[in-house]
Nanobody, 127 residues
Framework: QVQLVESGGGLVQAGGSLRLSCVAS????????MGWFRQAPGKEREFVAA????????YYADSVKGRFTISRDNAKNTVYLQMNSLKPEDTAVYYC????????????????????WGQGTQVTVSS
């Protein structure tokens, strides 16, 4: 497992942008598949985006496709979520997650498949 710390959340008006960061501890970050999830009040956690350990494969929830971009910098042990054209319905606590992926470069979209989670960062989009 790795330790994950998210940052970059905040309050933004609809149509605005935010970039979330998730810094991971450990020397093998480059072999971890990473994902972003979110949970709004009274709702279940939902998948947002995922990247393989190389960054060569990414996958997005339909609700964010074309607006959000996941990327990673393995030299900095960091994964990012660039969020553009934000909507009030994007308001939630955003969590990053990690799972050791070995040599297979794949994305993981099931939350239960991840074994490390950050503490979350709040994103609030006002209308």
């Amino acid at each position: 497992q790795v330790q994950l710390v998210e940052s970059g959340g905040g309050l933004v008006q609809a149509g605005g942008s935010l970039r979330l960061s998730c810094v991971a501890s450990g020397r093998t970050f480059s072999r971890y598949a990473m994902g972003w999830f979110r949970q709004a009040p009274g709702k279940e956690r939902e998948f947002v985006a995922a990247t393989s350990w190389s960054g060569g494969s990414t996958y997005y929830a339909d609700s964010v496709k074309g607006r959000f971009t996941i990327s990673r910098d393995n030299a900095k042990n960091t994964v990012y979520l660039q969020m553009n054209s934000l909507k009030p319905e994007d308001t939630a606590v955003y969590y990053c997650a990690a799972r050791a992926a070995g040599v297979i470069d794949y994305v993981i979209i099931e939350g239960d498949a991840y074994d490390s989670w950050g503490q979350g960062t709040q994103v609030t989009v006002s209308s």
